[in-house]
């Protein structure tokens, strides 16, 4: 069976360096890349299914997003901003040594995706949002803050997988095979007899240093990146989603890129791209 290799590269934040992992699929020499990012407290993991079913034509590449998985946690916690995720991501694109890459971004991944393809000269050749959009729910965004910034910690790893399931029911139907994969790829074991989500709890400093005020200026900046694409964007949206309302999509259709936008039934927030017809519609966009 076809196994990833994990690979580190060093970046550079205002602290210092750092390092960020990804697992790499496929022939190594393949100029075909498509980037897969997660979501805020998920990991490279999360794409597996869809690599796998996808290295036989591309090389996929996972990063584990700084401060989650297998990357290093920053030296100043401040810098946990999408700006310098995106700094992160010039970097890995320069190390991997192709002139352009297709972009697969769930949530936080897709809007690290919308600032670098709004960038002048962006090496993305086309990019899937997966249920994310330039709309900022200040309310939301406290209450992620507060769900994010808890070091929970687990008597068993079946008490943590529980939680897990829980508070991803949004992610749709899944099988009990499914959802232990899901929490086994976010949770680790503390060595203390315990088990803990996998990220730098800090993560959460810029979601509860964010104001009414400044969430509303951020939503400007990221309406405005969004017009700035020039590629094509493919958009998913589950149709039950509370983060991307099917308004912010719709808009999305119509100005800068012109998104083709696509619901799943069912489904929260947001599809996790492990079930074929997923996989399908994810494969159809970048093979075509």
């Known amino acids: 069976m076809n196994q990833p290799q994990i690979k580190t590269v060093q970046c550079l934040s205002p ?11 496929g022939d190594p020499a393949n100029p075909h890349v498509i980037v897969c990012v997660h979501g805020v407290t998920r990991v490279a993991d999360d794409f597996d299914a869809f690599a796998r079913a996808m290295s036989e034509r591309c090389r996929v590449v996972c990063p584990d ?18 700006s310098q995720y995106v700094s992160d991501m010039v970097t890995l694109v320069a190390r ?21 393809a709004s960038l002048p000269d962006a090496p993305v050749r086309r990019m899937l949002m997966n249920d994310v959009g330039p709309t900022l729910n200040f309310d939301a965004l406290v209450r992620i803050g507060d769900y994010i910034g808890q070091d929970l910690r ?41 088990w803990r989500r996998h990220y730098d709890p800090a993560i959460a400093l810029a979601f509860r240093a964010l104001t009414a005020e400044g969430a509303q200026q951020g939503e400007a900046a990221l309406w405005a990146a969004y017009d700035g694409i020039r590629c094509p964007v493919l958009l998913v949206r589950g149709s039950e989603s509370d983060l991307l309302t099917a308004e912010t999509a719709r808009r999305m259709t119509e100005r800068g890129p012109q998104a083709r936008l696509v619901e799943l039934p069912g489904v929260g927030h947001a599809p996790t791209f492990i079930h074929d017809d997923q996989i399908a519609l994810a494969r159809s966009f970048f093979l075509d």
């Open 65 to 82: 997003v700084v401060g989650r998985g297998r990357s290093s946690w920053l030296k100043d916690p401040r810098h946990y901003l999408v």
């Open 154 to 194: 687990f008597a068993s790893f079946e008490q943590g997988r529980d939680y897990i399931r829980t508070v991803s029911a949004p992610f749709g139907p899944h099988t009990d095979e499914e959802w232990d994969k899901l929490a086994r790829d976010v949770l680790r074991p503390t060595g203390e007899g315990q």
């Open 15 to 25: 602290a210092g360096l750092h390092e960020m992992a990804y697992r790499e699929w």
């Open 96 to 116: 991997l040594d192709v002139p352009q890459v297709d972009w697969f971004g769930t949530s936080m991944g897709a809007l690290i995706g919308m600032g670098l």
